[in-house]
Each structure stands twice: as structure tokens, then as C-alpha cells.
């Protein structure tokens, strides 16, 4: 399986401003994917990380809000801009093992709490 | 888009008991249907998973049932042990971006 690296683990923000999540793997994947996770929740996926495109936003988060980037096969960063309280989640990457296999590695997640 | 629905919402058996946790999902193109597990502050680790030309599999205490016809699959653990605490995931998908998960059991085994 591959490691999946999450930066930071945690931290505490102040309303209204931004916030940059790493997350790094130790092998090239073709797809890398953001979740959200509010506090006793499932998982919401927030976009698929494209390599060398545009993210691919879900149903309910746009870019403004969550810009994505992905420069390589390893590496992706998750933006949470312009946070309020209702931002307070668990924020993790996830990779596929392959292409069109279906499963899903994660990273340790971020917890991110906005005062 | 695909729909997981998941229940129990919460579980409590004794130490040795078995558990069992059903999911539907709504997409008949759904193909892929992993469990995961996820114990308090840790990422969420797959324990078992299931395709659609399977029906049942299984590993060691855990197995997972799918009725394709009904939609609906199932998470058995037998001789359950405290550590199997924890939340369990469904999910569904039919390709790696369209994975959507149950709204989780937390699964209680007390000693």
C-alpha cells in the first residue's frame, strides 16, 4: 500500500483565513482525491486532484472555497479559504491503488478547528 | 449519483457475539464495495472489500455478503474482541472517483 503523508496533522485557525494541507506519497498515482470528515461523520469527497488540470469539484464545493493544486504524480495541496467554524473538519488525502481498482488509501488525516 | 445507506447506526455486542451491518446503495452500475475501519483519531484503514461478480468472501473473523439484485451488502464479524471497536464504512462505487460511504456503525464490543 502506499505511504501517504499529511501536513499538518492539526492545527486551530482564526475565521477568515486560509489554511494549506500537503499531502505527499511516497510512489507516483495517477488519482489523487480530497475528503472531508466533520466531527462524528462519514467521509464527503470534496474533489478529485487532477495531475496537470483543474481540479474535479462534487456536488456542493467550488474552487473559490477549496483550490487544489496537483504539480506531480506525488504531491497535492488542499486550500480551505476564507474558514468559518462550520469549516471544523477532518481533511484527508486518499490515493487509489490503481487505475479503476476502487481501493482507497488514506492519508492520517488533518484536523482543522476554526475559532 | 450513487446513495449509501448504512445500519445500525450504532452496535453493542458482548466479547465473542457476532455483528452484522447492512448497506444499500441505489447505483445498479455500483461495481466495488469495500468496508473500512476506523478506530478513534486514525485514518480510516479497508478491511475487506467485495466486486460485483462475487458473492460472498471472506477473511479470517470477517466476511461480506452482496446481494446484487436487492442492493444490498453486509459486514459479518464473528468472535468479535474489543478491539474491533470502532466505526465501520461502507462505501460504493463504480469508479475510483465516485466512491460514497455509508454514514458508518460504531461498533461496540464490551469485555
Known amino acids: 500500500s502506499a505511504v501517504i503523508s499529511q501536513k499538518p496533522s492539526r492545527d486551530i485557525c482564526q475565521r477568515g483565513t486560509s489554511l494549506t494541507i500537503q499531502c505527499q506519497v511516497d510512489?507516483?498515482?495517477?488519482?489523487m482525491f480530497w475528503y472531508r470528515q466533520q466531527p462524528g461523520q462519514s467521509l464527503t469527497l470534496i474533489a478529485t486532484a487532477n495531475q496537470g488540470s483543474e481540479a474535479t469539484y462534487e456536488s456542493g464545493f467550488v474552487i473559490d472555497k477549496f483550490p487544489i493544486s496537483r504539480p506531480n504524480l506525488t504531491f497535492s495541496t488542499l486550500t480551505v479559504s476564507n474558514m468559518s467554524p462550520e469549516d471544523s473538519s477532518i481533511y484527508l488525502c486518499s490515493v487509489a491503488r490503481g487505475v479503476n481498482t476502487g481501493e482507497l488509501f488514506f492519508g492520517e488525516g488533518s484536523r482543522l478547528t476554526v475559532l | 449519483g450513487e446513495n449509501v445507506e448504512q445500519h445500525p447506526s450504532t452496535l453493542s455486542v458482548q466479547e465473542g457475539d457476532s455483528a452484522v451491518i447492512k448497506c444499500t446503495y441505489s447505483d445498479s452500475a455500483s461495481n466495488y464495495f469495500p468496508w473500512y475501519k476506523q478506530e478513534l483519531g486514525k485514518r480510516p484503514q479497508l478491511i475487506i472489500d467485495i466486486r460485483s461478480n462475487v458473492g460472498e468472501k471472506k477473511d479470517q473473523r470477517i466476511a461480506v455478503t452482496l446481494n446484487k439484485t436487492a442492493k444490498h451488502f453486509s459486514l459479518h464479524i464473528t468472535e468479535t474482541q474489543p478491539e474491533d471497536s470502532a466505526v465501520y464504512f461502507c462505501?460504493?462505487?463504480?469508479?475510483?472517483?465516485?466512491?460514497?460511504f455509508g454514514a458508518g456503525t460504531r461498533l461496540t464490543v464490551k469485555p
Open positions: 462505501a460504493a462505487s463504480r469508479r475510483n472517483n465516485d466512491m460514497r
Open positions: 510512489s507516483q498515482v495517477t488519482m
